[in-house]
């Protein structure tokens, strides 16, 4: 008997159906995309993902999504850079909400504490804990240097 599918899978399968039905070619597309990520990682890791899984494989296709659209405004292609604005729409909708900046302050806080750093040396410790906590909630650059900033204060 095979392994429950997690939730968010569940989701973005019947979004993939409706879409279909809907005759929403580039949506679709997308979406396909999503899952053929997920497929790809279950092969390669021989495991059914969790939410959490895949919520780290949308958090990487936002950030492909991103760069791709920095580079295509840089170079005058509007064209292009619509097209992962679209598609980083789509794929945002499966992301858990985004956190408030005292959210992310807060757990800052608690996972120093929890740690016990007092310096910017035991900064990866503190990424290490955190990262779990805030992983496609928010920016992690962001948020790395926000604890960085929180140990040399």
């Known amino acids: 008997m095979p392994a429950e599918s997690s939730p968010l899978k569940i989701v973005i399968q019947d979004n993939v159906k409706v ?3 809907a005759k929403e070619k580039e949506r679709l597309a997308t979406l396909r ?3 053929a990520a997920i497929k790809q990682v279950e092969v390669d890791n021989r495991t ?3 939410d959490d899984g895949i919520i780290t494989i949308l958090t990487k296709m936002c950030k492909q999504r ?11 292609r509007d064209d292009l ?3 992962e604005v679209a598609e980083l729409a789509i794929i945002e909708e499966f992301m858990p909400a985004a956190m408030t900046d005292d959210e992310i302050q807060t757990a800052i806080a ?5 740690v016990g750093a007092s310096s910017p040396k035991e900064m990866g410790a503190v990424m290490n804990v955190l990262r779990p906590k805030v992983q496609g ?6 948020v790395s240097g926000l604890v960085k900033a ?4």
Do not use: K, N, V
């Open 150 to 153: 929180a140990l040399t204060a």
């Open 48 to 50: 059914d993902l969790d």
């Open 137 to 142: 909630r928010a920016d992690m650059g962001a």
């Open 19 to 21: 879409a279909m039905r």
């Open 66 to 76: 991103r760069d791709s659209l920095s580079q295509f405004q840089q170079a005058g």
């Open 33 to 35: 995309q999503i899952t």
């Open 81 to 83: 850079a619509a097209i």
């Open 110 to 114: 608690q996972t120093i504490a929890e």
